[in-house]
C-alpha cells in the first residue's frame, strides 16, 4: 500500500515539476499548438489573478492609511478583463544575460 502511494506521489511530483518549468517557458519544444495555446491561457489568469490581488492589496493599504481617495476609483483604474497578450520565448542563457551589451 505505501508502496503505491509513494509511486502516485513520485509521479504527481514528476508532473508538477514538468508543468512548473513549461511555466517558466522551458522545455516547451515538444509542446503541440493547443497545449501551448493552454499554457499562453493559464499564464494569462495567472497575471490577471495577480493584478486582483495587487488592487486589493492597495485597496486593503488606502483603507489602513484613512486615505481620502475613493477605493472604487483605484478599482475602476484596473480593467480585470481586458486582453492580455503574452508571448513565450526561450530563456536566455548565462553568456546572454552576462554579456556587454545587457549592462
Known sequence: L????AENLRGQL???TTNHRQLKGEDIS???IEQIE???DQLEISSKTLRARK???ETNDQKMSGSSRNADDLNNTYDFFA???LQLSQPETAEQVNSPKRK
Open 30 to 32: 515538444e509542446l503541440g
Open 83 to 85: 486582453p492580455t497578450e
Open 55 to 57: 488592487v486589493q492589496g
Open 2 to 5: 505505501w508502496k503505491m502511494e
Open 38 to 40: 493552454h499554457l499562453e
Open 14 to 16: 514528476e508532473e508538477l
